[in-house]
């Protein structure tokens, strides 16, 4: 069966201070991969999506990154963060092609002081 | 520009009764539409979907309404229990690499 990781559960982090949360999938190959970010009292808002390795789509112009590095691996980055970045961070994962779900992680809450 | 939306921020219903959760679209492109539970802290786990061939979809509890002349779709929970109080989401797929756009939420809270 298929798992996602998402790490750290929680992160406190100064204004203007890097970032890099991680996600990976396990049990299976080529995933697209999400990452979303809801806001306090706020949707999901997908921040960028990927189909395949190095392939990276950024939906909104924001501060931040995203990478792909290997196959069912997900990073988000930022070289400095902003108060404005704080929220809950999801990653999620999909079979490639025709309609299918998404399946979530279990989210990074961001708090930035 | 909210494509997806969810005009009812929260909703109490009584345990055994039913749950009408209701979403409404802007974008006809919209082809596949799913619903989603949110527990706090936690991501949200997929519940139900339909495409837009279809305009009813029941998996047990959970039967999915979709009326395409008036981009709205619903989800009905019967009988509701409160192990259903949570956040639900209605999401779109838009075709492009199962991407899905996201309402706002609605926090539903059975009451014993």
């Known amino acids: 069966s298929q798992t996602i990781h998402q790490w750290p559960a929680t992160l406190v982090q100064p204004v203007g201070s890097p970032l890099s949360l991680e996600c990976t999938v396990e049990?299976?190959?080529?995933?697209?991969l999400y990452w979303y970010r809801q806001a306090a009292g706020r949707g999901l808002q997908l921040l960028f999506y990927s189909v395949g390795i190095g392939q990276i789509s950024s939906e909104v112009p924001q501060n931040l990154s995203a990478s792909r590095p290997q196959d069912r691996q997900f990073i988000l980055s930022s070289k400095k963060l902003l108060l404005s970045d704080s929220g809950f961070y999801l990653c999620?994962?999909?079979?490639?092609?025709?309609?299918?779900?998404?399946?979530f992680g279990p989210g990074t809450r961001l708090t930035v002081l | 520009d909210q494509q997806v939306k969810q005009n009812s921020p929260s909703l109490s219903v009584q345990e055994g009764r039913i749950s009408i959760l209701n979403c409404d679209y802007t974008?006809?492109?919209?082809?596949?539409f799913l619903w989603y539970k949110k527990y706090p802290a936690e991501g949200p786990t997929f519940l139900i979907s339909i495409s837009s061939i279809k305009d009813k979809n029941e998996d047990g509890r959970f039967t999915v309404f979709l009326n395409k002349s008036a981009k709205h779709l619903s989800l009905h929970i019967v009988p509701s229990q409160p192990g259903d109080s949570a956040v639900y989401f209605c999401a779109a797929h838009t075709g492009t690499a199962s991407k899905l756009t996201f309402g706002t939420g609605t926090r539903l809270q059975v009451t014993l």
């Open positions: 974008n006809s492109m919209f082809d596949y």
């Open positions: 999620a994962w999909s079979i490639s092609g025709g309609y299918n779900e998404q399946f």
């Open positions: 049990g299976t190959s080529n995933p697209n």
